[in-house]
Each structure stands twice: as C-alpha cells, then as structure tokens.
C-alpha cells in the first residue's frame, strides 16, 4: 500500500469512529431525556447531589425499597 491509500483509510476510519462516538452519544442523551420526561428517575436530584455532598448526606435513592417494590410487582 502506498501512503495516499493508508492516509485515505486513515481518514475513512477516522471518520466512522466520530460518527459512531456521535451516535451512542446522542442515543445516551436521548435516553436520559425521555427517562426524565416519563418520570422514571428525577435528574434534578443528581445534579443537586454535585453541591451538597457529604457523609451526613442521605442516600438519594433506597435500594432495598425498590427491590421490594419490584418483588411486589411481579
């Protein structure tokens, strides 16, 4: 191979590296949105967690709540 067809794949690979980056990106913030949106979790909260960290800080989710809730469900 000369070095125009590795600088041609170079940027080819390039290229479809970004893109895919790109998509689970958006894909990832889309998921994020419409968990929000239907209720599923409150983002807020995590947010909120950046400036009010600390050990005398309660959890902001109860684990063994959601378990039994789910165990409930089913």
């Given at each position: 191979?000369?070095?125009?067809?590795?600088?041609?794949f170079?940027?080819?690979?390039?290229?479809?590296?970004?893109?895919?980056?790109?998509?689970?990106?958006?894909?990832?913030?889309?998921?994020?949105?419409?968990?929000?949106?239907?209720?599923e979790?409150?983002?807020?909260?995590?947010?909120?967690?950046?400036?009010?960290?600390?050990?005398?800080?309660?959890?902001?989710?109860?684990?063994?709540?959601?378990?039994?809730?789910?165990?409930?469900?089913?």
């Amino acid at each position: 191979m000369d070095q125009e067809a590795i600088l041609t794949f170079q940027g080819y690979a390039k290229f479809f590296l970004v893109l895919a980056v790109f998509i689970i990106f958006y894909s990832y913030a889309y998921s994020i949105y419409k968990r929000d949106k239907k209720g599923e979790r409150d983002f807020e909260k995590y947010s909120k967690l950046v400036l009010d960290d600390g050990a005398s800080i309660d959890p902001l989710e109860d684990r063994k709540e959601k378990k039994e809730n789910k165990e409930k469900e089913k």
